[in-house]
């Protein structure tokens, strides 16, 4: 049993050193960047330890604007994403023909470069000397005046940037959520039928809480995903997200480090363990919930 165990442990070897080489030493390094004060990459020097990165770092009105719109695109994008995607995977699973054709053309957002679908976005929405845009003719169709959401007011802007995000995580989820519905027992609808229970019944009592595993996987790696935005917002406001207003808070990570401002390691350290924490925290407060409301069975 012994030499079973040792092979085991062998087998486990090279994925235990690569996650620790690429995962727990950068996140215990950053968690002792964040506590040097004034720390020097070039001489790898600091004047001394404390909680002053920190201090700085929630003071910071760059900071506490990216947590401001990193709050706002989670919790809308999240349970709006997931909603459509359920609805989506409820309609797609009730067609039979062409069911893979529609699957596939759902999908395509998920292949296409983000960058790409930020620009076609930013087309979308975008004013200029020639044209106020295709938003805006619709909304000329029903007598609204023509809106900047690119460079206009905030909640515009923040509109641009959760639609764009709900387009972009929507068809992993249907993906998901179309193979877990395919995945319930057709014995439990025929029962039900039978029993004269209506399709709303059906859907509470039966599919929700056979699927909700999967469910409470994509709100899970939904918040994950979404606390780590930063490409979304680059691909429409482009790389100067301050002056936009539209910041994240890893887009805020990334100036400390890399931009115009940047070279300050040390407050950025302050900001990842800080979005470690909240992420963290989201996350077994999901999991609570989850042992409760998902179906085991």
Sequence with gaps: MES??????????????????????????????????????????????????????????????????????????????????????LALSAIKPLRNLFQTVYF??????????????????????????FANLLLQCFGAGPIDFIDGPYWAKMLVLCIYTVWVVLPFKILVLTSALASVREDYY??????????????????LPMISPMLFYLVITGFIGAFKAYSDAVAIFGTNLNAAEMNTIVGYIYDMLYGDGGGFPSYASAAAIILFIIVLTITCINLMIRRRHVFHG
């Design 4 to 89: 079973k165990n040792w092979k085991g442990w062998l087998y486990l070897l090279p994925a235990i050193l690569f996650l620790g080489v690429f995962m727990v030493y950068p996140l215990v390094d950053v968690f002792v960047y964040s506590f040097e004060e004034g720390y020097n990459s070039a001489s790898q020097t600091f004047f001394g330890t404390g909680l002053y990165n920190y201090g700085y770092v929630l003071r910071d009105p760059y900071f506490l604007q990216a947590v401001q719109n990193t709050l706002i695109l989670v919790l809308i994008t999240v349970p709006v994403s997931t909603g459509l995607a359920l609805l989506i995977s």
């Design 190 to 207: 025929n029962a039900a039928r039978i029993d004269g229970t209506s399709r709303f019944r059906i859907f509470r009592k039966i599919t």
């Design 108 to 133: 395509l957002p998920y292949v296409t470069n983000t960058l790409a679908v930020g620009m076609v976005f930013m087309i979308l929405f975008q004013q200029t000397p020639y044209t106020d845009g």
